[in-house]
């Protein structure tokens, strides 16, 4: 038999269930511009049947809140997770390449290389003209000068966006361990608050966004798994994520990632390297900015190997090397013999054997002093130091235009060299100017690809964040419709909840008049 004071039971019951339906929408409407909030509602249910009218019929108990559900496709988190690393990673590589263009002084308008080589070749040709004219040789100087500065800047600033790539690296790694430290620390609330019953939606959603940062910066592989049961039947589940198939975080427990300084004498000797801190196995990521970085600052471009700054450095290097043995001593970057060089020449002040380019304002001597053969010789010269002799920084007369002492007109070595920097065989694939805008147009077309591509990984990543936020963000037209649904359900529920209590009151003053 039914409780004399079902109806208001019931009643009530609605009246409760459309409050909280109201509260979660509001909830929702407050928290549009939340980053990371996902959707909430209500998860409402007819209370189990008690009541029996007449000894034939059921009727419902009326309704109630089961739970407070979080809408979200945990699938389309792990498609957005692992497009957001291959985008961490080209997007680093795209705007470091924009730098490293920048450090070659390449502009819409300008070229800085083309320019200092021009001078170079221009102050050569004009003093051919007037070969014993004081202010020509004085141009000609400070052309050599400009053109060893123009190596030494390009040198500096690849080193320093090496050195700042290897910066990079450090700071990655240490947001990846707080990241990492966050996730399992709310891992472990969540749990706690699932098993006491309550909700744990704002908590799932700043560990969700904290995966999404964390996804940025390095390859993960998040997965959810079923341990048991809580309380209320629902599954228990433990999230974890792995990098490269080892543990980062498991529920409430995270490892972490530690930073050293490599001494192995090789390319990356000072640099740091990245091992597990509790292992010291050592890590390599597969994807995002953490990778980014670490091709950028390796990155020889031997045999398979990304064509990272090194790479930059080193051909800068041996375009340095071998203009200044092809201008000193005529020998090609085959090896080969070609012209006699500047050493062959003879200087106004009748000095032979004086060496155009040095290293750090060295003189001849010093220069072949370095080595046993011409090769161990240039192999002292790098791009970072390329300078002009002390003999012609400190006098113009022992620039060797003559081919002979005694010739103040005689401007024949000067002629070879104008000659030897027109010929395409001392790179072996060009001249200085060819082998030079070769590297240029390598580091822009570099640059060019992975601007492309990160336009069209930023185009898929936005794509299935858009398809995130049609199921998990908050829509203000369809939370309005909620609203007025609920505050509709609201106003009938008490409308019957004043119903019944005339009922009531009436049946109450009928029995009591008896």
Known sequence: MNSTWTGLSISSRGLSA???????????????????????????????????????????????????????????????????????????????????????????????????????????????????????????????????????????????????????????????????????????????????????????????????????????????????????????????????????????????????????????????????????????????????????????????????????????NQFAQTLAKAFNEGIFADGTSYYSGHAGGVGLDGSTGTRFFSYDGLSTADLLAGGTDTTGIYANITAANISLSAEVLADVDTIAAASAAGGAENSENLRDLIDLLADSKMFNTGTPLEFMNSIIATVGTGSEYMQTMASKQSSLVNTIDTRRASISGVSTNEETANLTKYQEAYNASAIMVSTWSEIYATTINMVSSD
């Open 18 to 316: 459309s409050s909280a339906a109201l509260l979660v929408t509001s909830n929702n409407i407050s928290n549009v511009n939340t980053a990371g909030y996902s959707r909430q509602e209500v998860k409402q249910v007819a209370v189990t049947p008690a009541a029996i009218y007449n000894g034939k019929y059921i009727i419902g108990a009326g309704a109630e809140v089961e739970a407070v559900m979080r809408v979200r496709s945990f699938r389309l988190d792990q498609k957005y997770w692992q497009n957001n690393s291959s985008l961490g990673e080209i997007q680093a590589k795209a705007d470091r390449l924009t730098e490293v263009e920048t450090a070659f002084g390449e502009t819409e308008d300008i070229s800085a290389f083309t320019t200092a080589i021009n001078n170079f070749s221009s102050a050569l040709e004009d003093l051919s003209t007037d070969p014993s004219s004081s202010s020509g040789r004085v141009a000609l100087q400070q052309a050599g000068v400009e053109l060893c500065e123009y190596l030494n800047t390009t040198s500096a600033s690849l080193t320093q966006l090496r050195q700042d790539s290897n910066n990079e690296v450090k700071i990655t790694v240490e947001q990846i361990n707080s990241y990492a430290k966050q996730i399992a620390a709310l891992n472990e609330q969540i749990r706690v608050s699932a098993a006491g019953g309550a909700s744990a939606n704002d908590l799932e959603d700043q560990r969700t966004l904290l995966i999404d940062k964390l996804s940025g910066l390095i390859d993960v592989n998040v997965t959810q798994t079923a341990v048991g049961k809580l309380a209320d039947g629902s599954d228990d589940l433990v999230l974890s994520i792995t990098v490269n198939g080892e543990t980062l975080v498991n529920n409430g427990m995270a490892r972490n990632l530690e930073c050293y300084e490599i001494t192995d004498g090789s390319n990356q000797d000072g640099m740091y390297g990245i091992r597990w801190q509790d292992t010291g196995t050592s890590f390599t990521p597969d994807s995002g900015e953490l990778k980014a970085y670490l091709d950028l600052r390796d990155g020889t471009g031997e045999g398979s190997a990304y064509k990272g700054i090194p790479y930059y450095i080193n051909q800068l």
